[in-house]
Protein backbone atom coordinates (compact mmCIF):
# COMPACT_ATOMS: atom_id res chain seq x y z
CA UNK A 1 0.00 0.00 0.00
CA UNK A 2 1.03 3.40 -0.72
CA UNK A 3 0.68 4.94 2.73
CA UNK A 4 -1.08 8.12 2.84
CA UNK A 5 0.00 11.11 0.17
CA UNK A 6 -0.53 14.46 0.90
CA UNK A 7 -0.06 16.99 -1.41
CA UNK A 8 1.38 19.85 -1.49
CA UNK A 9 5.05 18.54 0.34
CA UNK A 10 6.15 22.23 0.70
CA UNK A 11 3.70 25.03 0.19
CA UNK A 12 5.44 28.95 -0.01
CA UNK A 13 2.24 32.00 -0.55
CA UNK A 14 1.58 35.45 0.37
CA UNK A 15 -0.74 36.62 3.26
CA UNK A 16 -4.09 36.87 2.02
CA UNK A 17 -3.96 33.95 -0.68
CA UNK A 18 -6.37 30.59 -0.82
CA UNK A 19 -3.74 27.50 0.38
CA UNK A 20 -5.39 24.28 -0.74
CA UNK A 21 -3.85 20.95 0.79
CA UNK A 22 -4.90 17.56 -0.71
CA UNK A 23 -4.69 14.12 1.68
CA UNK A 24 -5.20 10.80 -0.12
CA UNK A 25 -6.07 8.53 2.63
CA UNK A 26 -5.07 4.44 2.79
CA UNK A 27 -7.59 2.43 0.38
CA UNK A 28 -10.56 0.99 3.11
CA UNK A 29 -9.64 3.19 5.95
CA UNK A 30 -12.93 5.10 7.10
CA UNK A 31 -11.01 7.92 9.50
CA UNK A 32 -9.69 10.60 8.30
CA UNK A 33 -8.26 13.46 10.76
CA UNK A 34 -5.92 16.50 9.94
CA UNK A 35 -3.50 17.98 12.71
CA UNK A 36 -1.10 20.89 12.24
CA UNK A 37 2.08 21.13 14.24
CA UNK A 38 4.27 23.65 15.23
CA UNK A 39 7.20 24.62 17.48
CA UNK A 40 4.49 26.42 19.87
CA UNK A 41 1.66 24.26 20.17
CA UNK A 42 2.74 20.82 18.95
CA UNK A 43 0.54 18.55 17.44
CA UNK A 44 -3.05 19.72 17.05
CA UNK A 45 -6.09 18.21 15.98
CA UNK A 46 -7.73 20.01 13.51
CA UNK A 47 -10.78 17.84 12.60
CA UNK A 48 -11.78 14.15 11.42
CA UNK A 49 -14.08 12.53 9.31
CA UNK A 50 -15.37 9.19 9.68
CA UNK A 51 -17.23 8.05 6.88
CA UNK A 52 -16.45 11.35 4.53
CA UNK A 53 -18.62 12.83 7.27
CA UNK A 54 -17.26 15.11 9.59
CA UNK A 55 -17.06 14.20 13.11
CA UNK A 56 -15.77 16.64 15.17
CA UNK A 57 -14.41 20.20 13.56
CA UNK A 58 -13.76 22.26 16.94
CA UNK A 59 -10.29 22.29 16.56
CA UNK A 60 -10.55 24.29 13.02
CA UNK A 61 -9.09 27.58 14.56
CA UNK A 62 -11.01 29.68 12.63
CA UNK A 63 -13.67 30.59 9.60
CA UNK A 64 -10.72 31.05 7.27
CA UNK A 65 -10.15 26.95 7.42
CA UNK A 66 -11.94 24.76 5.84
CA UNK A 67 -12.12 20.92 5.26
CA UNK A 68 -13.79 18.52 2.79
CA UNK A 69 -14.27 14.79 1.95
CA UNK A 70 -16.23 14.25 -1.22
CA UNK A 71 -15.17 10.63 -1.30
CA UNK A 72 -13.34 7.94 0.51
CA UNK A 73 -9.89 8.75 -1.58
CA UNK A 74 -9.51 12.38 -1.10
CA UNK A 75 -10.01 15.13 1.23
CA UNK A 76 -8.41 18.81 1.08
CA UNK A 77 -8.07 21.35 4.04
CA UNK A 78 -8.07 24.96 2.76
CA UNK A 79 -7.32 28.40 4.36
CA UNK A 80 -8.67 31.35 2.81
CA UNK A 81 -7.02 33.41 3.43
CA UNK A 82 -4.25 32.83 4.35
CA UNK A 83 -1.94 34.77 7.69
CA UNK A 84 1.40 34.29 8.33
CA UNK A 85 0.46 32.51 11.96
CA UNK A 86 -1.10 29.29 9.76
CA UNK A 87 2.43 28.75 8.92
CA UNK A 88 2.92 24.98 10.42
CA UNK A 89 3.57 21.32 8.74
CA UNK A 90 -0.35 20.25 8.68
CA UNK A 91 -0.53 16.19 8.66
CA UNK A 92 -3.12 13.85 7.22
CA UNK A 93 -4.47 10.31 9.19
CA UNK A 94 -5.79 7.86 8.36
CA UNK A 95 -7.31 4.52 10.06
CA UNK A 96 -9.77 1.70 10.04
CA UNK A 97 -10.86 2.01 13.44
CA UNK A 98 -11.03 -1.06 15.99
CA UNK A 99 -9.36 -1.45 18.75
CA UNK A 100 -5.93 -0.73 17.81
CA UNK A 101 -6.67 2.55 16.72
CA UNK A 102 -3.33 2.73 14.55
CA UNK A 103 -3.22 5.82 12.71
CA UNK A 104 -1.26 5.90 9.77
CA UNK A 105 -0.06 9.60 8.85
CA UNK A 106 1.16 11.15 5.55
CA UNK A 107 4.78 12.85 5.50
CA UNK A 108 2.65 16.65 6.32
CA UNK A 109 2.34 19.42 4.07
CA UNK A 110 4.92 22.27 5.18
CA UNK A 111 3.42 25.41 4.76
CA UNK A 112 4.96 29.21 4.70
CA UNK A 113 2.85 32.05 4.36
CA UNK A 114 4.83 35.59 4.07
CA UNK B 1 -9.73 13.73 28.69
CA UNK B 2 -7.19 11.64 30.84
CA UNK B 3 -3.75 13.10 30.48
CA UNK B 4 -0.09 11.76 30.56
CA UNK B 5 3.01 13.04 31.92
CA UNK B 6 6.01 12.44 30.23
CA UNK B 7 9.87 13.87 30.75
CA UNK B 8 10.70 16.83 28.25
CA UNK B 9 14.28 14.70 27.00
CA UNK B 10 16.37 11.83 27.80
CA UNK B 11 19.63 10.46 26.27
CA UNK B 12 20.93 7.35 25.06
CA UNK B 13 23.61 5.71 24.37
CA UNK B 14 23.80 3.70 20.75
CA UNK B 15 23.42 0.27 21.29
CA UNK B 16 22.61 0.80 25.15
CA UNK B 17 18.66 -0.14 25.97
CA UNK B 18 16.21 2.74 26.61
CA UNK B 19 13.18 2.99 29.10
CA UNK B 20 10.74 5.99 28.32
CA UNK B 21 8.82 6.53 31.21
CA UNK B 22 5.04 7.85 31.03
CA UNK B 23 2.66 8.67 33.88
CA UNK B 24 -1.16 8.41 33.27
CA UNK B 25 -2.49 8.05 36.96
CA UNK B 26 -6.45 9.32 35.87
CA UNK B 27 -6.25 6.54 33.44
CA UNK B 28 -10.18 4.56 33.31
CA UNK B 29 -10.82 1.22 32.73
CA UNK B 30 -11.31 1.42 29.01
CA UNK B 31 -8.08 4.03 28.22
CA UNK B 32 -5.48 1.70 25.92
CA UNK B 33 -2.13 3.11 26.06
CA UNK B 34 -0.73 4.08 23.04
CA UNK B 35 3.32 5.39 21.97
CA UNK B 36 3.62 6.56 18.60
CA UNK B 37 7.05 8.30 17.70
CA UNK B 38 7.85 10.95 15.58
CA UNK B 39 11.71 11.15 13.56
CA UNK B 40 12.83 14.29 12.59
CA UNK B 41 11.11 15.96 9.32
CA UNK B 42 8.39 12.85 9.26
CA UNK B 43 4.66 12.46 10.51
CA UNK B 44 4.44 10.61 13.71
CA UNK B 45 4.10 6.79 13.28
CA UNK B 46 2.67 4.06 15.66
CA UNK B 47 5.39 1.93 18.29
CA UNK B 48 2.72 0.04 20.35
CA UNK B 49 -0.24 -0.18 22.34
CA UNK B 50 -1.57 -2.10 25.37
CA UNK B 51 -4.42 -2.19 27.60
CA UNK B 52 -3.20 -4.47 30.78
CA UNK B 53 -0.69 -6.90 30.25
CA UNK B 54 2.87 -6.03 28.85
CA UNK B 55 3.28 -5.88 24.56
CA UNK B 56 6.22 -6.90 22.61
CA UNK B 57 6.50 -6.55 19.15
CA UNK B 58 9.26 -5.92 16.55
CA UNK B 59 10.04 -2.28 17.34
CA UNK B 60 9.72 -2.02 20.74
CA UNK B 61 8.32 -3.36 24.24
CA UNK B 62 5.43 -1.57 26.89
CA UNK B 63 5.72 -2.34 30.12
CA UNK B 64 2.34 -1.68 32.04
CA UNK B 65 2.11 -1.28 35.86
CA UNK B 66 0.05 -3.18 37.50
CA UNK B 67 -2.48 0.01 38.56
CA UNK B 68 -2.05 1.11 35.35
CA UNK B 69 -0.89 4.30 36.42
CA UNK B 70 2.35 4.21 34.80
CA UNK B 71 3.89 2.74 31.37
CA UNK B 72 7.24 2.21 30.24
CA UNK B 73 8.32 2.39 26.40
CA UNK B 74 11.75 -0.02 26.13
CA UNK B 75 13.80 0.13 23.34
CA UNK B 76 16.13 -2.90 23.53
CA UNK B 77 19.16 -1.39 21.61
CA UNK B 78 18.92 1.85 21.09
CA UNK B 79 20.30 3.43 17.49
CA UNK B 80 21.07 6.15 16.17
CA UNK B 81 17.88 5.67 13.74
CA UNK B 82 15.66 5.78 17.48
CA UNK B 83 16.18 9.68 18.03
CA UNK B 84 13.29 10.88 17.86
CA UNK B 85 9.97 12.61 20.01
CA UNK B 86 8.09 9.62 21.95
CA UNK B 87 4.36 10.45 22.40
CA UNK B 88 2.48 8.48 25.51
CA UNK B 89 -1.36 8.40 24.68
CA UNK B 90 -4.49 7.27 26.26
CA UNK B 91 -7.05 6.03 24.00
CA UNK B 92 -10.61 4.87 24.50
CA UNK B 93 -13.70 4.13 22.23
CA UNK B 94 -13.73 6.09 19.21
CA UNK B 95 -11.75 9.39 19.96
CA UNK B 96 -9.00 10.89 18.03
CA UNK B 97 -5.46 10.94 19.54
CA UNK B 98 -4.46 14.16 21.55
CA UNK B 99 -1.19 14.35 21.14
CA UNK B 100 1.03 15.98 24.26
CA UNK B 101 4.73 17.55 24.19
CA UNK B 102 6.32 13.94 23.96
CA UNK B 103 10.08 12.79 25.20
CA UNK B 104 12.93 14.06 22.95
CA UNK B 105 15.12 10.96 22.71
CA UNK B 106 18.78 11.59 21.83
CA UNK B 107 20.71 8.89 21.04
CA UNK B 108 24.69 9.31 21.13
CA UNK B 109 26.92 7.49 19.34
Known amino acids: DAGVIQSPRHEVTEMGQEVTLRCKPI?????LFWYRQTMMRGLELLIY????????DSGMPEDRFSAKMPNASFSTLKIQPSEPRDSAVYFC????????????FGEGSRLTVL | DAKTTQPNSMESNEEEPVHLPCNHS???????IHWYRQLPSQGPEYVIH???SNVNNRMASLAIAEDRKSSTLILHRATLRDAAVYYC??????????FGKGTRLSVIA
Open chain 2, 26 to 32: TISGTDY
Open chain 1, 27 to 31: SGHDY
Open chain 1, 49 to 56: FNNNVPID
Open chain 2, 89 to 98: ILLSGNTPLV
Open chain 1, 93 to 104: ASSLWGDTGELF
Open chain 2, 50 to 52: GLT
